[in-house]
């Protein structure tokens, strides 16, 4: 592997002496996280070993404590700290890059936290909660309508005697189209976020879509790179965003080989978590809500009532008419619909129109969920696209996006609103690479370029979902499917019973269904990891070419960062490949033994049949006999108080006979008499004329 180009200082024993004290900063300065420095030292321990496959693997005692200072070392940082205070601008690159032993030495996250903000997000999360109770009440209204309409008689009937099936009125029209814009906001007012970067400093701001254009025209000169985040699917404003702003500054750098022809950007799939409720949730009041005529014009008239931009709505209208698609709301917001693991393409979509997926009302039943710490969480698939310019801005763009991090608290982090995960870096992987640099800026960047970032965000991205950020005090989600995939090959010794098999073999193939969902999503982003590297390589060789020395020589180039990546995400598509096989030979098995099963039930049934055969010889024989004994046996003339005589019986009882059979020959023969009389009838024209 080609290395970045560095200048190697001459070794001085003081220095390095000097260095290795001032590296054991306070732990408040530290953050545990998958940040530059940890991410530094993640693929810094994929390179050193092989055999791990990118996987961070915990330190020894020996090497841990291998890490304390000794009592010299004590005395020396002691002298050091009363002759010169400890100043940010005069740490070095082993200061304020955290080695892998230092970080995976402890799981909890000690860096100092904003109490302000800490507050002030707990007030934003009452004011969601509270505004998700009241509308819930009017999505559960709605939903009882929907499933209380009356489609037959039989359903009008069933509601007339019970009075609890009777239809629910509609909510009023104005708590419907709140209920739509709680759940998707128009596209002028939907929330992005524009975070800042510079030497030693970050900011981040929320700003509306409707004044997004402003953003990526200037920046302040402090800024190295401005990141400009929008929660958008594939659709008619994504592709105007997108377009708008690589038409308002100079290209960036190409990747040439990990883009597609004439298009050199970066795009890969995030595999996140929603609430089923939650996700259930959207897709009904999209179904039921979209074709109400009453609501359309309210909101097209609210879907741009806050832009400000210069072109985004012409734009937009331009572009619905070329591809002949109406810029309304619901087909403006329909795109942002994360996808079902069933559902939507894989990466390579090449315009708008291939994310306009058809919805269904109808969630998939997911193995995963078996799983106890996953019973409330569907796993979806999202596109995530990057663009990049060379004047130093980054616009992404990707649906809202759901639970990135698998850690204790993941059913909390369930429950919380989509508009909140940006700021719950715990949770979101988009919200924790700007947290990752919120201390310090560009300050431990390898390099202060766009291109150097783009690579670290789409990496974060990639490699979720996983548990290792936490130190791995969650099951991790390939870990679960191996637990669900062993509990259904136990229940393949299981005894036949009615029913049960099919509803095993439906488990056995929608696993199947996820697995090779998951597998290929995995193998594409092992593919683009490994051809990004090609490009990051390029780079590299150019600016050595050009004498552009790395910013931080001794922070994590983009080279590393991709190789770490690529190793973890191969490791966890290895691990989803083995699982495939194992469960598609499992339900071999699973066939194979009913197979068995059903012979020996045969055999079974062939004794029955031979026993009820005697039986039924039998009965021949005795039946005429037991007849002409019980007819000739009666003598109705002799009962007291009868002057019934033995016509009438015949009358009667043959009568009731005969009824009894017929009904009972037409109800047996009911399809095929149905049958030929629908042929007759069709011919009956045919025959007249």
């Not at 109400?292 to 009532?305: F, G, H, I, V």
């Not at 331009?318 to 619901?330: D, I, T, V």
């Not at 016509?647 to 017929?662: R, T």
């Not at 023969?669 to 007759?680: A, E, I, N, Q």
Request: hydrophobic share 35%; aromatic share 10%.
């Amino acid at each position: 592997m080609d290395q970045p180009f560095k200048q190697e200082p001459a070794w001085d024993p003081l220095a390095d002496e000097t260095t290795k004290d001032l590296s054991s900063t306070s732990a408040t300065e530290r953050r545990h996280s998958s940040s530059a420095s940890t991410s530094t030292l993640s693929t810094n321990d994929s390179n050193d070993s092989s055999g791990s496959r990118g996987r961070r693997s915990r330190p020894s005692v020996a090497s841990a404590s291998s890490q304390l200072p000794t009592v010299r070392e004590k005395h020396f940082q002691r002298t050091i700290s009363e002759d010169k205070p400890p100043s940010l601008g005069h740490l070095g690159s082993e200061e304020t890059v955290v080695s892998s032993q230092k970080v995976l030495t402890s799981f909890n996250k000690v860096a100092t936290r904003n109490l302000e903000k800490e507050e002030a997000r707990r007030q934003q999360l009452d004011r969601f909660n509270l505004e998700n109770e009241n509308q819930r009440e009017v999505y559960e209204q709605l939903k009882k309508w929907a499933d209380t309409q009356y489609k037959g008689t039989k359903e009008w009937l069933f509601a007339w005697a019970i009075p609890t099936q009777r239809q629910t009125p509609l909510p009023h029209v104005e708590e419907l189209k709140s209920l739509a814009r709680h759940y998707y906001p128009p596209r002028s007012e939907l929330k992005c976020h524009v975070c800042d970067f510079g030497e030693g400093r970050a900011e981040h701001k929320v700003v509306d879509l409707g004044e997004l254009e402003e953003y990526w025209q200037t920046k302040p000169a402090w800024v190295d790179v401005r990141w400009i985040h929008a929660p958008l699917g594939l659709g008619l404003t994504h592709s105007s965003v997108e377009d708008i702003f690589l038409h308002d500054g100079p290209k960036g750098r190409e990747f040439e080989n990990a883009g597609r022809s004439g298009w050199p950007y970066l795009e890969t799939e995030v595999l996140n978590f929603r609430h089923r409720d939650n996700f259930q949730t959207m897709r009904d009041i999209y179904l039921l809500l979209h074709d109400k005529s009453e609501l359309q014009d309210d909101l097209n008239e609210s879907t741009w009532r806050a832009d400000r931009n210069a072109s985004l709505h012409t734009d937009i209208d331009w572009r619905g008419g070329h591809l002949a698609l109406e810029p309304s709301f619901w087909n403006l917001v329909d795109s942002d619909m994360p996808w079902q693991l069933s559902e939507g393409l894989a990466m390579g979509s090449m315009g708008p129109r291939d994310g306009l997926q058809p919805i269904l009302r109808h969630v998939d039943k997911q193995v995963l969920s078996s799983h106890p710490f996953y019973n409330n969480a569907q796993l979806v698939r999202s596109p995530f696209r990057t663009f990049h310019r060379s004047d130093g801005f980054l616009l992404s763009l990707s649906p809202m996006a759901g639970v990135n991090y698998l850690d204790k608290n993941f059913s909390r982090y369930l429950s919380e609103p989509i508009d909140a995960l940006f700021d719950n870096d715990d949770a979101s992987a988009v919200g924790h690479v700007f947290q990752a640099f919120a201390d310090q800026g560009t300050h431990t960047w390898h390099r202060k370029t766009v291109e150097w970032f783009l690579v670290y965000l789409i990496t974060e991205v990639g490699v979720t979902p996983h548990n290792f950020r936490q130190g791995c005090n969650a099951p991790a989600f390939d870990s679960a499917y191996s637990s669900v995939i062993q509990e259904l090959k136990r229940r393949r010794y299981e005894q036949w019973k009615p029913k049960v098999t099919v509803k095993l073999v439906r488990a056995y193939l929608s696993g199947i269904d996820e697995l090779t969902t998951i597998r290929l999503i995995l193998q594409k982003k092992v593919e683009l990891f490994k051809i990004m590297q090609l490009d990051v390589r390029k780079f590299e060789t150019e600016d050595n070419r050009l004498r552009n020395t790395p910013d931080n020589a001794k922070g994590e180039s983009s080279v590393q960062r991709l190789t770490w990546a690529m190793n973890t995400v191969k490791s966890q598509h290895e691990c989803f490949e083995r699982l495939l096989i194992d469960l598609k030979q499992s339900m071999d098995a699973l066939f194979q033994l009913r197979s068995i099963e059903q012979n020996e039930l045969a055999i079974i049934s062939d004794s029955q049949n031979k026993a009820i055969l005697v039986f039924t010889i039998v009965t021949v024989i005795f039946l005429p006999l037991s007849f002409f004994t019980s007819y000739y046996g009666m003598n109705l003339s002799g009962i007291v108080n009868t002057t019934k005589t033995e016509d009438y019986f015949w009358k009667v009882c043959g009568s009731v006979a005969f009824l009894i059979v017929l009904f009972t020959a037409l109800g047996a023969f009911r399809h095929k008499l149905r049958t030929l009389l629908r042929h007759r009838i069709m011919k009956a024209p045919s025959a007249m004329v």
